[in-house]
């Protein structure tokens, strides 16, 4: 069970082809099956009666647990949620495999010659990208990523498409192969995803 204070990651069953990990912090637990989260995103969709995955590290090993949402409660530093873990913990597959959600680091790409469209997660193979453009699954796409102050530069090639409000669509995307170099997109990307989740797994209890 997490301790109270701790970063652990929530990923809705639906999002089965993207696997998205959102990062939430435990306010309380209780007993060895409940426990209250707080999502670091306040938009994210949690849901009474919804079935989840959770995700957190337990002896350095990152391990996945079946849960319910039971209630949502307003709280000081915003709406709750009253979970319910079912079943136990057992190992989860590399977390290389997962997309980490970046809608608060606030990162931006250039995404076929437009600059600052919203990154949304990223993987150590691909990234989400939001923009007023229209393009069709398998479409090879020109991108570039920015961070800590580098440049990765590269091609992607658009996996899915999810069309938003106000004209907007969000395109899943995975990195073209291409030469091995630093600046590379695919280095961007392994760089990105490795670092935030490191920054988000380092406030777990211990700093594992």
């Given amino acids: 069970m ?24 435990v306010t309380q637990t209780g007993g060895s099956n409940n426990l209250t989260v707080l999502p670091e995103d306040p938009n994210l969709a949690l849901e009474t009666e ?20 039971e209630a949502l409660l307003e709280g000081e530093e915003g709406t709750v949620a009253a979970l319910k873990t079912l ?15 970046t809608v608060l680091s606030k990162l931006t790409s250039t995404f076929d010659n437009v600059e600052d469209c919203s990154l949304r ?35 992607t090639s658009v996996q899915s498409v999810t069309e938003m409000p106000e004209g907007l669509f969000r395109y899943g ?25 490191r920054q988000q797994l380092n406030r777990l209890a211990g700093g594992a």
């Fill in 2 to 25: 997490p301790i109270k204070g701790s970063t652990i990651f929530v990923r809705f069953p639906n999002e089965s082809k993207n696997r998205i990990l959102h990062p939430v912090t």
């Fill in 50 to 69: 919804q079935e989840i995955l959770i995700y957190f590290e337990k002896k350095r090993k990152f391990m996945q647990q079946p849960a319910k949402v």
């Fill in 87 to 101: 079943g136990d913990p057992i190992p989860a597959e590399s977390r290389q495999c997962y997309r980490v959600s």
């Fill in 121 to 155: 997660d990223v993987s150590v193979t691909g990234f989400a990208v939001i923009t007023s453009k229209h393009y069709k699954t398998g479409q090879i796409i020109d991108a570039e990523l920015r961070f800590e102050g580098k440049r990765y530069i590269g091609q």
């Fill in 173 to 197: 995307v995975n990195c073209v192969k291409a030469a091995a170099s630093p600046t590379s997109l695919s280095k961007g990307v392994q760089q990105i995803s490795m670092s935030v989740q």
